[in-house]
């Protein structure tokens, strides 16, 4: 099965990180540390471009049947369950080419997202208009040195968008409601896995490793992710005692801290959003880890990202693994 490199995911070196990320990548003064191998997987190898044309492709509780080209394609979304939203734009459904990818190729045509790519079902509208226009102006980067492909076609993808697409697109996710696709588990190992893109799969030989201080997010079949397919379920794994101490981060902030903002002071007391601050509960762990560290080392350089970078700076690498752990492991 082909191992897909196109999604849209934002990281960032995470400065506050660099006591613990020195000693396996020395730093320099004109240069930042970057952050955790673990925390942004690339797979390995050059992936074959999907090819089978003709074998039809079947997803349990879904009618439709698409072959793996079909499941591939940028310009025309294969939706495996039509029924589980409205109708979509254009803009989601098919993009333009032949650089405006369809949006809903990688964040799915019910918005729900994949652990590389952010879930847009939910967000505010005038939120995912921001954020396009800060990917078009560079404000939303990613510092790692390796080809970063999901952060460098978003941008792209961003530069050639009208404003009338980007308006269609983001009204459409706004409506939609969001849901969690994570199940979030702590533990001190873990089932052996490989790298994917932005996120891992079980390694065919089986076995189990040691989890260490990392968040590391499973999809639980490999071949559906690769499909596209909406209702595929993923595993967040994080060290034991996350969830709790994410709890009390999001509740109080960091004990001590002069940016001890609490993640509820803007996010709500569930963590479903108020105002400008979009939701986060029940996200991706994965995805809401790398926006953490991204803020921290400021490639999240928009006016309104302020507040955030000043509270992410505060985290350390645990500090921001218990706050994913948590906000992902709650009802959107």
């Not at 102006?137 to 952060?151: C, T």
């Not at 702590?186 to 799969?201: M, V």
Request: hydrophobic share 40%; charged share 20%.
């Amino acid at each position: 099965m082909t191992f897909l490199r196109g999604a849209t995911l934002i990281l960032a070196a995470v400065s506050p990180l660099s006591a613990q990320m020195q000693r396996a990548a020395p730093s320099t003064s004109s240069a930042k540390p970057e952050p955790p191998a673990w925390a942004m997987p690339l797979g390995t190898g050059a992936p074959a471009a999907p090819d089978d044309s003709v074998t039809p492709r079947r997803i349990a509780g879904s009618t439709a049947a698409f072959t793996e080209l079909r499941a591939h394609n940028r310009y025309d979304v294969a939706d495996w369950y039509p029924e589980s939203h409205p109708a979509m734009p254009e803009a989601v459904a098919r993009g333009r080419r032949p650089a405006v990818w369809a949006c809903g190729y990688c964040h799915l045509p019910d918005g729900a997202g994949r652990p590389e790519n952010a879930a847009l079902a939910g967000l505010p509208e005038k939120y995912i208009i921001r954020q396009v226009a800060a990917f078009r102006s560079g404000e939303r980067g990613s510092p790692w040195h390796a080809p970063n492909k999901p952060a460098d076609i978003m941008r792209a993808i961003a530069d050639s968008a009208t404003t009338a697409e980007v308006q269609e697109a983001a009204r459409y996710f706004s409506r939609l409601k969001p849901r969690q696709r994570a199940r979030v588990v702590e533990a001190e190992r873990i089932p052996r896995t490989r790298p994917g893109t932005g996120l891992y799969f079980l390694a065919a030989e089986g076995g189990e490793e040691a989890l260490g201080e990392r968040l590391i997010e499973v999809a639980t079949d490999a071949e559906r992710h690769e499909l596209h397919d909406a209702r595929v379920e993923y595993v967040a794994y994080v060290p034991p005692g996350s969830i709790a101490r994410g709890q009390e981060l999001a509740k109080r902030g960091v004990s001590g801290s002069k940016s001890a903002t609490a993640c509820t002071s803007c996010h709500g007391s569930k963590l479903r959003g108020a105002g400008p601050a979009p939701p986060i509960a029940g996200r991706s762990p994965s995805y809401l880890l790398r926006q953490l560290m991204g803020f921290a080392a400021g490639s999240r350089s928009t006016k309104d990202a302020a507040p955030m970078r000043a509270v992410a700076g505060a985290l350390t690498l645990k500090d921001m693994i218990s706050a994913a752990a948590y906000a992902g492991s709650l009802a959107p």
